[in-house]
């Protein structure tokens, strides 16, 4: 018997890779930033530079063949979050992370395939992210004994297998979504604990046997159908008195509506029990008169509410009016459902009107975004403060040998907090070192200079630039970051040079979806969240395939005094409205920020420039009328990109600077959405290669190696 030697080899290398149990790569990178994000907690005993979760069976990891398939790690006191990059592990079918203290908004991206979902007995706070909408193998979700809030803002239509759903003691609010009614697959819901208003009509037909709405605000009717359930009602404001009749389409429960001030259901033709002798108006009469009374009361109460807001109400119709919204169709139907409002899709406003609220976006209603809640106050309580064990620490001699004793041939830019310089070392390595005037942090601060390196050590995300090192010798502060070759968004925008073609339309949603990513992450993912406060183009930095990475995160919110250096240099056009008014930075300033460079990208043009035309020197006075005019759109682009663009892509990306850059903070999105929005964008625009190009666009500056930081 001749056995083909191509076989044998086939064989023995089976058999290595057995032997060696290697992990999917995409599976052992998103273990590692999650047990990072968990403060990499030593009761797991994972290896600390372990890549192999599989071959070296790490506690509590359960794998199919290289692919992690359950990750099961319930009442182990983890602290921390959970990352950011848990969607690429795709083959995991059961997440228990429950009864344990991790904290922090919940990640926008969870594993897609995940079937059984267990966060429950946590600290997770924020809104409930919508990219749950669309992870259609759920069987079983438990989000209970959190500290979720906001809107339920989920679309259920795609959760067909969905059985269970915990949801109880939060403290989540507004109505009860209209796509709830697509769950063909729910036996038992808790909903108890939280502070839920509107009725519970949209459970009415779903195939319950257990339902428990106890201890939240809703009102109206029991539906009839939820009577022979296992039913926990109590603690709420249920209505008592005949019920309205069940809308169009719904099926017969009885000949008339139920009575629930007393006993079973009667006759029919509502009559009394003397036997006719009242022959006025009968009991379905009373019913009609007040539901009418009721109607018209709402219908008054609506226009009232109206009026107040008619002013935010006015500047989202502008939005509702355009032809080319951030949605499709099929989707803005599916979002009017909802009866839910959407700060990215508008158009709920007028579909719902009889039940959706035109108060401002409730995102905004339980999240603090004050400046002392950020700034004043540290994200890590003051305590003895060791050296971080993750980043490199650097002599004096080293940094200066590899600057040549920081030589201004050496010097990338000046930022806000002191220079930046290129600094080679002996090995070779290329890395960006960022030297902190006195002025900023005084010298006799190097405990709080530990500090804030050991806080800003712990920030890991792929559009974030990473800090590698640092140094606090003979009073000096000094920073060591990666480095990036090609230098900052503002040069290829503004310094185009022999050795660089504009960025084409595909690199500008790329990095505008990259730095959304970054300040979602730094916003809704790290707890608490850490405002960035100095958003713009010098501090957006491009690798070699044109990859952004945001720069000083963390810096301006830990420095005790960096409102004041930030203000000083107030005028770059980057600031949001309020910021100019009080000095003070938020969440919503970033987004105001982010709108900006967003706006940039668009434009080609400076934020603020005075050699332009009066009406024309701030760029954002000048481009938030034309954003919904498709013609004067078209001329705002910047002539860079010669036409080259999808007309539709333009008006979306249009559609989400005008969201960002709203005068009042209370009605712009938070990155989760603004992110959401840009995805859309993408894949509604399939960025084709053949029409466009490449997908990094331009040509990376192989020729230089300098950029402009301001970290």
């Not at 036996?187 to 709405?213: C, E, H, K, R, W």
């Not at 033709?269 to 379905?284: A, E, H, L, M």
């Not at 139907?333 to 839910?340: A, C, G, K, R, Y």
């Not at 709080?448 to 800003?456: A, K, L, T």
């Amino acid at each position: 018997m001749v056995v083909d030697p191509r076989l044998v080899l086939v064989f023995i290398s089976t058999c290595i890779l057995a032997i060696n149990g290697d992990t999917d790569p995409n599976d052992a990178a998103s273990l590692k930033v999650m047990f990072q994000s968990m403060n990499s907690p030593s009761q797991l005993n994972w290896p600390a530079n372990g890549d192999d979760p599989c071959g070296q069976s790490w506690k509590g990891i359960t794998c199919s063949g290289n692919r992690v398939t359950e990750i099961k790690l319930p009442g182990l006191g983890l602290t921390g979050s959970l990352g950011y990059q848990l969607q690429g592990l795709t083959s995991v079918t059961n997440l228990d992370l429950s009864n344990n203290n991790l904290g922090g908004t919940m990640p926008y991206q969870l594993p897609p395939n995940v079937q059984h979902l267990n966060l429950a007995n946590n600290n997770f706070n924020g809104a409930i992210p919508y990219s749950l909408s669309d992870m259609t193998s759920l069987v079983d979700l438990n989000l209970g004994h959190n500290q979720l809030q906001q809107g339920l803002s989920v679309n259920f239509q795609k959760l067909s297998s969905l059985s269970t759903l915990d949801l109880s003691f939060n403290s989540l609010t507004g109505d009860l979504p209209q796509t709830l009614s697509s769950l063909s697959s729910i036996n038992t819901m808790y909903l108890q604990n939280n502070q839920f208003t509107g009725t519970i009509d949209v459970l009415a037909n779903l195939p319950l046997g257990s339902l428990n709405v106890e201890n939240n605000h809703f009102t109206g009717w029991i539906p009839e159908q939820l009577k022979n359930i296992n039913l926990q009602k109590d603690g709420n404001a249920w209505s008592s008195g005949p019920a309205p009749p069940p809308p169009p389409g719904t099926p017969p429960i009885s000949k008339s509506p139920t009575h629930k001030s007393g006993g079973h259901s009667t006759s029919s033709d509502g009559g009394t029990s003397d036997g006719g002798k009242k022959s006025g108006i009968g009991g379905g009469g009373v019913a009609g008169i007040v539901i009418s009374i009721l109607v018209v009361a709402a219908i008054v109460a609506f226009f009232l509410v109206k009026r107040r807001s008619k002013k935010s109400f006015s500047d989202r119709e502008k939005l509702d009016n355009q032809p080319l919204a951030p949605l499709t169709s099929n989707e803005v139907h599916e979002m009017n459902s909802m009866q839910t409002s959407s700060v990215i899709d508008m158009k709920t406003f007028d579909t719902s009107a009889a039940t959706i609220s035109l108060k401002p976006p409730p995102f905004d209603r339980h999240k603090s975004f004050d400046e002392d809640e950020f700034s004043k106050k540290p994200t890590i309580v003051k305590k003895t403060i060791t050296a971080p064990a993750n980043v490199k620490s650097y002599s004096i001699a080293d940094l200066q040998i590899a600057t040549g004793s920081f030589s201004v041939d050496q010097l990338l830019g000046e930022g806000s907090f002191g220079r930046v310089y290129r600094a080679q070392f002996d090995d070779g390595k290329v890395l960006a070192l960022k030297k902190i005037d006195s002025s900023v942090l005084p010298n006799n601060l190097s405990e709080d200079f530990v500090e804030i390196v050991s806080n800003i050590s712990h920030l890991h995300h792929p559009n974030v630039t990473e800090l590698v090192g640092y140094c606090s010798e003979h009073g000096q502060h000094l920073l060591v970051y990666e480095f990036h070759k090609n230098g900052s968004l503002h040069d290829f925008l503004h310094l185009p040079d022999d050795y660089s073609k504009p960025l084409i339309w595909n690199s500008r949603v790329k990095i505008a979806l990259g730095i959304a990513r970054a300040l979602e992450y730094l916003h809704e993912v790290c707890s608490p969240s850490v405002v960035h406060k100095n958003i713009k183009s010098a501090n957006i930095l491009l690798d070699t395939d044109l990859n952004p990475h945001l720069s000083g995160s963390g810096l301006a919110s830990y420095i005790p005094n960096a409102n004041q250096v930030l203000n000083n240099n107030a005028g770059s056009g980057y600031d949001a409205p309020e910021v100019g008014l009080s000095g003070q930075y938020t969440l919503k300033s970033d987004v105001y920020s982010f709108g900006v460079v967003m706006l940039e990208l668009l434009s080609g043009r400076k934020p603020f420039d005075s050699s332009r035309p009066r009406l024309e020197q701030s760029l954002v006075r000048w481009a938030t009328p034309q954003l919904h005019d498709i013609d004067a759109l078209a001329k705002m682009v910047d002539p860079a990109l010669e036409g080259l663009y999808p007309v539709k892509s333009l008006s979306r990306f249009a559609d989400v600077i005008a969201l960002c850059v709203q005068p009042e903070p209370e009605f712009r999105p938070p990155m989760s959405e603004v992110v959401q929005a840009l995805v859309r964008l993408v894949q509604r625009a399939n960025m084709s290669k053949r029409t466009f190009g490449t997908e990094q666009g331009g040509t990376p500056r192989g020729g230089m190696e300098s950029e402009t930081q301001d970290m």
